[in-house]
């Protein structure tokens, strides 16, 4: 069962207006094939805003913890998102979004791994830059500039897509362009502050 549509309606008709959510260059964002949309992550509430504001259902990794928390384990699924197992090697993990991406899908993920405690852009682990390569897909970067505070502006940033044929081509490592997608993102902040 699918509640992807559904629970957009919902968490749009109460988000929208609660953080005054302003969305920018939604234009550039691709209407098919497969998109590797890479946020940065500011807070536990990004994934939700990303996922209304994207004009494509976006399956988004998630920590696998919260595949336990009771509630959380039956609608997340529901909602597209898959598990992965965070500081390892997750293979199944890997398999899937791989799977998504060269199907022609969304995949979200949030390449610091973590919230950032100061609201500054992090370091980008070497996942991001592996999908990139690997997954047959175009990389979306997305900033969110927040705060989260009840009737303050949320603005949400698509930025241009960023074609990955060069970078596979030249055999770049996951590494390097992880730091392409960091500076991508890093750009839109500081464009939209």
């Known amino acids: 069962m699918n509640l992807y549509p ?49 004009p494509r259902t976006v399956h988004f990794m998630a ?31 890997f398999r ?34 592996f999908f990139a390569l690997k997954g047959e897909a175009v990389v979306m970067p997305c900033a969110i500039i927040g705060p989260y505070k009840r009737f303050k502006r949320l603005h949400v940033v698509y930025g241009k897509p960023i074609d990955m044929t060069p970078y596979r081509e030249r055999k770049a490592s996951a590494e390097e362009v992880t730091e392409v997608i960091m500076h991508e993102i890093q750009t839109l902040l500081k464009q939209n502050k």
Do not use: W
Not at 10 to 38: A, H, M, Q, W
């Open 96 to 129: 899937t979004a791989l799977k998504l991406l060269r199907s022609g899908e969304v995949v979200g993920m949030f390449p610091e791994g973590t919230r950032s405690k100061t609201g500054e852009l992090g370091k980008g682990l070497a996942g991001a830059g």
């Open 63 to 93: 920590k696998e913890e919260l595949f336990h928390v009771p509630i959380l384990k039956s609608i997340l699924p529901k909602v597209q998102a898959f598990p992965v197992k965070r500081g390892m090697s997750d293979r199944e993990a």
């Open 6 to 54: 559904f629970g957009k309606f919902l968490v749009s008709t109460i988000f929208y207006p609660l953080y005054r959510i302003k969305v920018t260059g939604v234009e550039n964002f691709p209407k098919d094939g497969g998109v590797l949309l890479c946020a940065n992550h500011i807070d536990n509430l990004d994934p939700p805003v990303v996922g209304i504001t994207a």
